[in-house]
């Protein structure tokens, strides 16, 4: 099983910055893809950045230019800075990931419990 841990969450002002981390842990053979994703309230969950194990990324056209996502460590982790933060950022944020418990298994996807993020106008 792949448990992944989000921290960094908080309270901000507009403008501000977070940086946003989630590791993995568990027994797992590799992980892939990983994901932010984010759910306001009363909303939809939504993506907010990818990224391959090779580190091609994918942003939401609302968070180009100002998150940047990349891989940490053995690319067991994933982190997500926010820059020029805004009132609309706020929202749980989610990491996601495409892993492999096994050289042969199917690939699973896995969520971390969330962490909160929220700006202040």
């Known amino acids: 099983q792949v448990q992944l841990v989000e921290s960094g969450g908080g309270l901000v002002q507009a403008g501000g910055s977070l940086r946003l981390s989630c590791a993995a842990s568990?027994?797992?053979?590799?992980?892939?893809?990983m994901s932010w994703f984010r759910q306001a309230l009363g909303k939809e969950r939504e993506l907010v950045a990818s990224i391959t194990r090779s580190g091609g990324t994918n942003y939401a056209d609302s968070v180009k230019g100002r998150f940047t996502i990349s891989r940490d460590g053995a690319r067991n982790g994933v982190s997500l800075q926010m820059n020029s933060l805004k009132p609309e950022d706020t929202a749980v944020y989610y990491c996601n990931a495409d892993a492999r418990i096994g050289p042969t298994a199917a690939v699973r996807n896995y969520w971390g419990q969330g962490t909160q993020v929220t700006v202040a106008s």
């Open positions: 568990g027994t797992f053979f590799s992980i892939s893809g």
